[in-house]
């Protein structure tokens, strides 16, 4: 299984940016999916989350200004970022959830990450 992210880039701030992730590969079903951020010399964060019946949850910090969807039938996950600021600067990394085969475990597959930089 591979993801691949795509959309990142330098954008000024109070713009806007498309981030895709599609997995591939052998795929039997997919759970979550979610994006994290990695800003330089600071940790991994979760930035949102979809489940596999649609319900989504966002870290406090882009509440209102990001928002993400899944097409299942593309595998594919987005993350719609508005209003984007300096501190929003980052690595953005994909994560889904992933059954490779029926009656397989779940596990989590990554992406490698798509560089979001917010500047003038």
């Known amino acids: 299984v591979q993801l691949q992210a795509s959309g990142g880039g330098l954008v000024q701030p109070g713009g806007s940016l498309r981030l895709s992730c599609a997995a591939s590969?052998?795929?039997?079903?997919?759970?979550?999916m979610g994006w994290y951020r990695q800003a330089p010399g600071k940790q991994r964060d979760m930035v949102a989350a979809?489940?596999?019946?649609?319900?989504?949850n966002y870290a406090d910090f882009v509440k209102g200004r990001f928002s993400i969807s899944r097409d299942n039938a593309k595998n594919t996950v987005h993350l719609q970022l508005n209003s984007l600021n300096p501190e929003d600067t980052a690595v953005y990394f994909c994560?889904?959830?992933?059954?490779?085969?029926?009656?397989?475990?779940?596990?989590?597959?990554w992406g490698k990450g798509t560089l979001v930089t917010v500047s003038s």
């Open positions: 994560c889904m959830n992933i059954c490779t085969r029926r009656f397989a475990r779940y596990e989590d597959y």
């Open positions: 590969g052998s795929i039997f079903r997919i759970g979550a």
């Open positions: 979809v489940s596999s019946i649609g319900a989504t």
